[in-house]
């Protein structure tokens, strides 16, 4: 699965004997993070990735949407989950690096030896409650 690591997207030999062609959409609001992203797509060789300076809260999750990764403390993704339930259908793959998202119970925890991302959290967006 290609991963988006710090706004770096990164496509591994298995994704491109997979045939990975989906689209990836990146959104970041601070100015120095998306400078950097920018710089770093110039580099990068991947044609399917789309950098956005945009407010993720304020923007429409369409709905092909199979999967959304994060990286976002607790306090944040609180705020974005009401919003993640509304936009995604149930069991869209969510990805949080570093924090848990408070409300919701992970499918998986995956430990990585990194300093800068020393879990993963792999949820599923719930059913939606009528």
């Not at 998306?34 to 044609?47: G, K, P």
């Amino acid at each position: 699965m290609p991963t988006i690591d710090n706004g770096h997207y990164r496509q591994t030999n298995a994704d491109k004997q997979s045939g990975f062609t989906g689209r990836l959409r990146a959104y970041e609001l601070s100015p120095i993070p998306w400078f950097v992203m920018q710089i770093r797509r110039v580099f990068s060789t991947c044609t399917n990735l789309r950098l956005f300076r945009a407010n993720f809260l304020k923007v429409p999750i369409r709905g092909e949407t199979k999967a959304v990764i994060c990286y976002l403390h607790s306090e944040v993704l609180e705020r974005v989950r009401p919003k993640l339930e509304r936009e995604l259908a149930p069991g869209t793959l969510f990805v949080s690096n570093v924090f848990e998202v408070p409300g919701w119970i992970p499918e998986a925890v995956h430990k990585i030896d990194c300093s800068f991302c020393p879990q993963v959290y792999v949820y599923r967006v719930p059913a939606k409650v009528v």
